[in-house]
């Protein structure tokens, strides 16, 4: 049998490998409509993580695995479950086709391209988000943790008001083991837009999995939920689960928490 919370980080696993792969984030420096983005990629459990009741048969993590077109992705993929545009300042046509064509690298696969693209950006426009942003998510999929939070960090500072730039902060700060900064991170998106449902869910996966929070994780997937068109099944079962949770020892907690 595996526990809730092997099956949830099974499931997370299978959505963002159906969804993110290495989408840029954004049409522009300041468009930013790549929905796709905002999941936990999830990593193998650790000991660290509290440990669950023992609950749902190998069958639910096996059909979690094999169902990438979900309703969770369908929510992140929809109008409303997109951060919201915020003006700002126009970029010269040049900076705006060098970093085009870094995103068409990008999605193109040709990572060492776009990179190179992205950090020339950084350089000579170091007070746009968007190449930072770009530059951030690429590292972070290269597992460089460390240089990932420096230039999502720069892209929070330079455009404040973009919620998925906080998003992609707060996944990169779990990631780190930097939980509450990454709650913090989470949290500024939902301020800046709270009609954003990605960060709604992976605040709400944060505080179940690593803060052992249930109180809060319950309320934070009822919020998600309610932006979920046609509701999403698993995230539903999720709560099911962690209302029937027996009580944890919090030995772990504060260790989480620090």
């Not at 979690?64 to 300042?89: F, G, H, N, V």
């Not at 999995?209 to 998600?224: F, I, P, Q, S, V």
């Not at 709560?239 to 928490?257: G, I, S």
Request: proline share 7%.
């Amino acid at each position: 049998m595996q526990s809730v919370d092997v099956c949830r980080r099974v499931a997370l696993a299978a959505l963002c490998a159906a969804v993110a792969g290495c989408a840029s984030l954004g049409e522009s420096f300041n468009g930013l409509q790549a929905s796709v983005l905002g999941t936990h990629s999830a990593p193998a459990p650790s000991p660290a993580t509290p440990a669950s009741a023992a609950a749902s048969a190998p069958s639910r993590a096996a059909s979690a695995a094999q169902a990438p077109a979900t309703a969770a992705a369908a929510a992140l993929a929809a109008p409303s479950a997109e951060p919201a545009t915020l003006e700002e300042p126009p970029v010269d046509a040049a900076a705006q086709r060098t970093f085009d064509d870094a995103r068409r690298a990008l999605r193109a696969g040709r990572t060492a391209d776009a990179e190179r693209a992205f950090k020339a950006l950084t350089v000579s426009h170091p007070e746009l988000g968007g190449a930072h942003a770009n530059l951030g998510l690429i590292y972070r999929q290269a597992g460089k943790g460390a240089q990932a939070i420096g230039e999502l960090e720069k892209a929070v500072v330079a455009s404040p008001r973009q919620p998925i730039f906080f998003n992609q902060l707060g996944i990169a700060y779990r990631e780190n083991g930097q939980f509450a900064k990454a709650r913090e991170a989470y949290e500024r998106a939902i301020a800046i837009d709270p009609h954003y449902a990605a960060p709604l869910l992976n605040l709400g996966i944060l505080n179940d999995l690593y803060l052992w929070d249930g109180k809060r994780a319950l309320e934070l997937y009822a919020r998600y939920l309610a932006l979920a068109p046609g509701g999403d099944t698993t995230v539903t079962k999720w709560v099911a689960d962690l209302k029937n949770r027996k009580p944890q020892h919090a030995l772990l907690t504060k260790k989480e928490k620090e």
